[in-house]
């Protein structure tokens, strides 16, 4: 009965309803998604590659896309959906998003989605799959045998299951200050506003935080990175691998080389060694933004990282053409331009404006 009603599809596509229906649970959901559907690339991120089309990522890029990012994900989750892909299927491209998080954090579970929720889905066995529907949620669905989004998810398409974008909750963000202004009751706009002004305080009081133990840190990140990214790498050197560091805003940026100096480091250190790995596998590119001044302009910026859709196909473009492709001789003065621009920025001229607003 369960194997038959099957609402995440994790044992077959839908018997119930003829069109696509796919929960959000992107973690869960993904098993399915590999099990059942023809596509060979994917684009696995986070929220930063949510708005990505996996439609023009096909007509752009080449292949055949689906977009299966996971909200919030570090590399150590990712690294279960895409093992388990590559195993599947003969995957022609992963577009796959740096996000700081994991390599300066090196997150492992997201605590809104328990590893054990999930990992079960990525293993070659196929009865404990079952566990996924083993909850009060589904068996309120059994019961009922219910078509509800809750139960079978929501009507969608492959293109971007997750997308973002569209919310008008975040869109209404987009184009400047006065927008996050209007927006000042939202979770991100709060921990903005708070970021960047106590950030500004500490810099005019002369703080910043210490470069103590920076390099057993930076040597973590790379541990984390062999681990969790560069192993599946090495061992499908078919796949092209397309690795993009988010542009986020330069208000970040700026935050952590003028004050928080241990992210901004290894935040560096972590682009240098991509690109040398790069040259080993010459199935992987690294691609960075943080050399152009659309970061400058918040109006670009929902907050002080997520980043309006144009860029999202700005991104694919530049796949296609290698325009902000990073290489082993073009790196270092790729950092230096990134580096001033964070150095230089004027951090207190958007603080004030908020300060004066919070009043």
């Known amino acids: 009965y369960i194997w038959f009603y099957d609402p995440i599809q994790i044992f077959h596509k839908s018997f119930i309803k003829s069109d696509l229906h796919l929960h959000g649970n992107m973690r869960q959901q993904a098993a399915g998604i590999t099990n059942n559907y023809e596509f060979d690339s994917i684009i696995l991120g986070t929220s930063m590659l949510e708005n990505t089309s996996a439609f023009e990522a096909t007509k752009i890029v080449g292949g055949n896309f689906v977009n299966i990012s996971l909200s919030g994900s570090s590399f150590f989750e990712r690294e279960l959906v895409l093992s388990y892909a590559l195993k599947k299927k003969n995957l022609k491209n992963v577009i796959y998003s740096l996000d700081s998080s994991s390599y300066i954090d090196l997150n492992k579970s997201h605590k809104s989605y328990p590893i054990n929720t999930y990992n079960f889905l990525y293993d070659e066995n196929y009865f404990n799959d079952f566990k996924a529907y083993w909850n009060k949620k589904f068996f309120k669905c059994f019961l009922t045998f219910s078509t509800k989004p809750n139960c079978i998810g929501n009507k969608k398409t492959l293109e971007y299951p997750n997308v973002w974008f569209t919310n008008k909750t975040h869109s209404d963000r987009f184009g400047g200050l006065d927008n996050w202004f209007k927006a000042n009751n939202d979770g991100q706009i709060k921990g903005a506003f708070s970021s960047i002004v106590s950030t500004s305080e500490k810099i005019k009081k002369g703080e910043k935080i210490s470069l103590d133990g920076i390099e057993e ?84 910026y929902k907050d002080l990282s997520h980043y309006h859709q144009w860029v999202n196909s700005m991104m694919l473009q530049s796949f296609k053409n290698k325009s902000e492709f990073l290489t082993i001789e073009n790196v270092d003065n790729y950092i230096k331009v990134a580096e001033d621009k964070a150095q230089n920025y004027n951090i207190f001229e958007i603080s004030d404006k908020i300060e004066e607003y919070l009043k």
Do not use: C
Request: no cysteine.
């Open 217 to 300: 840190k930076i040597t973590k990140s790379k541990q984390y990175i062999d681990e969790y990214l560069l192993d599946n790498v090495k061992k499908y050197s078919n796949t092209k691998f397309i690795f993009v560091f988010p542009p986020y805003s330069r208000m970040l940026y700026a935050q952590w080389k003028q004050y928080n100096q241990p992210n901004y480091e290894i935040h560096k250190a972590i682009i240098k060694y991509l690109v040398q790995q790069s040259v080993l596998y010459k199935n992987l590119e690294i691609y960075g933004y943080e050399d152009k001044e659309f970061l400058d302009d918040i109006a670009n």
